[in-house]
């Protein structure tokens, strides 16, 4: 029997107000829950992305005075939708059509057969694909989801993913504890805290499409640092 789930959708966002403007129209066309966009962008970006609350009903829009990460700007949507006591569920995504509303759905299938407090939607689990991205790339993502599996010690595919489902529970949790790390390694932190505390995780294939507008706000330095943050977790 299919129970009716609440969840919010949080978004963090820098210099993409293009993307978002189709992204929230597509997440429109069958949803109209509440979305959080956390967003770092510069002006002119900064304002026209603002005005995207008055274009779409219940997208409440937190603008920053400069870039503080995507782990960052996810935690702040976090901490707004949780104190809305009906979002049973948090939803994750990416900002840069990266990853398709319509998959919504798979997450909520899942969230109805069990009491999963985390779902990823994994490239890598049976189903999942890769668009548009050269073969070196997808190569070096795979060896950095297979390094983390065997440090972390977590059986799934996908770390690095930001298309994700928490509960209430998971939320509460991630938020008790003190987090150390601001980018996109945020992910991996988080999912940590969540399997230390012995919560139920599972997985969705996605399909992920790779940046149709702007470019990458990963660079090497991120990368280096995200790799620091990562053998932290474990040694510290």
């Known amino acids: 029997m299919k ?43 900064k304002e026209q992305i603002k ?3 008055k274009k779409f009903s219940k997208v409440y829009v937190t603008s920053r005075n400069f870039k503080k990460g995507r782990g ?25 059509l990266a990853h398709d509303p319509y998959e919504i759905q798979r997450f ?29 790339r997808t190569i070096l993502s795979r060896l950095i989801n297979y390094f983390l599996k065997i440090w972390l010690g977590i059986n799934v595919t996908d770390f690095t993913s930001g298309f994700r489902l928490y509960s209430r529970k998971a939320i509460e949790i991630v ?6 790390s601001k980018g996109f390694i945020t ?24 940046r149709r507008f702007g470019k990458s706000n990963v660079n090497s330095r991120e990368l280096l640092i995200s ?8 040694l510290f």
């Open 51 to 53: 005005a995207l609350q």
């Open 108 to 136: 909520l299938s899942k969230a109805d057969e069990g009491s999963y407090d985390l779902i990823i939607g994994s490239r890598y689990f049976p189903g999942g694909k890769i668009k548009n991205i050269e073969k070196e």
């Open 3 to 45: 129970k009716m789930i609440n969840f919010a959708v949080i978004i963090p966002s820098y210099n993409e107000h293009k993307s978002l403007n189709v992204l929230l129209k597509k997440i429109r066309i069958k949803y109209n829950n509440p979305v959080y966009v956390i967003d770092d962008s510069l002006s002119p970006q």
């Open 187 to 210: 992910l991996s932190e988080t999912l940590y805290i969540i399997h230390r505390n012995k919560l139920s995780i599972g997985e969705v294939p996605i399909t992920w499409n790779y």
């Open 175 to 180: 938020l008790s504890n003190k987090i150390q």
């Open 72 to 96: 960052s700007a996810v935690l702040v949507g976090f901490k707004k939708a949780v104190k809305n006591l009906n979002n049973d569920y948090l939803l994750e995504m990416d900002s840069d």
């Open 227 to 234: 790799l620091y943050f990562v053998l932290k977790m474990k």
